[in-house]
């Protein structure tokens, strides 16, 4: 079980090149992701990154941060071709003006276009993809150490339930005259999907485990809530009202389970 809220980062290094990827991980109902700080020259590998975060996390909110030492990296960059191009012109110009045509290198240079500074993209995608890795798996299990402790308060709510169902099961013969039809049939199917939803809690299946528990816990509600209006019995009733405030609890706690 886990989690679907987090955050992990993974780093690596190769000389003097540095790269953090930083996952941050929010509830949601489908899986959706952001991939942030990614520069133009990276955006080819925004695919790759969120096919390889889908491999692993099926749902959630999942916000990518990119940060490299190589991206804003700048060198000196002379432009031979226009260089060329103004040493010939001046040269025809001299040449129709019988001007003297004694000139150096530090005569251009100032010229528009000669000299710039771009921006040097030293390769790190490999340092990416390694820094994404680690993020992946820290941020999972961050998640699944989160799942556990959800997953021991549920239980404790579960147990509670199943003690309520005994308790009902134990009240019914006393029923015949505070009941306006029979429950058997709602009771039968609140402990069936008891059992569902503790089979599911232990099971170890990551995958859209949130999304069963939910409708385990709408079927147990429905049931509940059909079951409550049958009947007139004050113990019974406030069973029931007990059964759905325990049903609450660990329906809030599923709305964070992947």
Request: aromatic residues 8%.
């Amino acid at each position: 079980m886990r989690i679907m809220t987090g955050c992990a980062w993974g780093e690596k290094k190769k000389g003097k090149l540095t790269v953090k990827v930083i996952l941050r991980s929010l509830n949601s109902k489908h899986l959706e992701i952001f991939v942030r700080q990614l520069p133009g020259e990276k955006l080819f590998m925004e695919e790759e990154i969120r096919k390889r975060i889908s491999n692993h996390i099926s749902r959630g909110r999942i916000e990518v941060y990119i940060f490299s030492n190589s991206f804003l990296r700048k060198q000196v960059y002379i432009n031979e071709d226009l260089l060329k191009q103004y040493i010939s012109q001046i040269k025809k110009a001299s040449k129709g003006l019988k001007l003297a045509t004694d000139f150096k290198l530090q005569d251009f240079i100032s010229l528009p276009g000669v000299i710039s500074l771009q921006e040097k993209n030293i390769s790190d995608s490999d340092l990416i993809l390694a820094s994404l890795k680690e993020a992946i798996a820290k941020l999972i299990e961050f998640k699944e150490k989160g799942g556990e402790v959800v997953k021991k308060e549920i239980k404790k709510n579960v147990e509670r339930l199943k003690e309520n169902v005994k308790k009902i099961n134990a009240l019914k013969p006393k029923l015949f005259f505070d009941v306006k039809e029979d429950i058997d049939e709602e009771i039968s199917l609140i402990t069936f999907y008891i059992n569902k939803l503790e089979k599911e809690i232990n099971s170890q299946r990551n995958h859209f485990q949130g999304k069963t528990l939910d409708f385990l816990t709408q079927e147990i509600l429905r049931e509940l809530n059909a079951a409550s209006s049958k009947t007139k019995n004050i113990k019974l009733s406030f069973l029931i009202v007990e059964m759905k405030s325990y049903l609450e609890r660990i329906r809030e706690q599923v709305q964070n389970i992947e």
